[in-house]
């Protein structure tokens, strides 16, 4: 097993929800904690709570925006945001809404039925498109802004 793989299973192990752990690992990575951030995370879970848009891809966005997004009057949003944040959207609706008829939580997961099977699947594929994305993008993925 990966070492992506590894850390998801363990902290899916601690209660977190898949938005929470992409967050999670996307901070270790910069060596960081934030549990504000990380309880704010939580929101996106099980599709904002009503099974709409997986977590793994709001989760993935998120870090898109850590990464390129506005966060203080002085900063700017990085030009290439809406771009990666398009990139990440199309590749998982192609890689995903033929495969499980949708991109919504319960799509994906059958309503709940089939979340232990497919959902750390999902995730680690989405984190690293996210990783992917950043670095093709020359985001240096252990920086923050």
């Keep these: 097993m990966?070492?992506?793989?590894?850390r998801l299973m363990e902290l899916k192990s601690k209660g977190y929800y898949c938005s929470q752990i992409m967050m999670l690992i996307?901070?270790?990575?910069?060596?960081?904690?934030?549990?504000?951030?990380?309880?704010?995370?939580?929101?996106?879970?099980?599709?904002?709570?009503?099974?709409?848009?997986?977590?793994?891809?709001?989760?993935?966005a998120c870090i898109l925006s850590l990464y390129a997004g506005k966060g203080t009057d002085e900063e700017e949003e990085h030009?290439?945001?809406?771009?990666?944040?398009?990139?990440?959207?199309?590749?998982?609706?192609?890689?995903?809404?033929?495969?499980?008829?949708?991109?919504?939580?319960?799509?994906?997961?059958?309503?709940g039925s089939k979340r232990n099977e497919r959902c750390g699947a999902v995730v680690a594929a989405t984190y690293q498109k996210v990783l992917e994305i950043l670095i093709a993008n020359e985001f240096d993925i252990y920086e923050g802004r």
Aim: net charge negative; with cysteine.
């Design 2 to 6: 990966d070492d992506l793989l590894f």
């Design 79 to 111: 030009f290439r945001l809406m771009g990666m944040l398009h990139e990440l959207g199309d590749w998982f609706r192609e890689t995903y809404a033929g495969q499980y008829g949708g991109i919504s939580c319960d799509a994906i997961s059958e309503d």
């Design 26 to 60: 996307a901070l270790e990575n910069q060596e960081k904690t934030n549990p504000d951030l990380i309880r704010a995370m939580a929101g996106l879970a099980f599709g904002v709570g009503i099974g709409d848009v997986c977590g793994a891809l709001t989760g993935g």
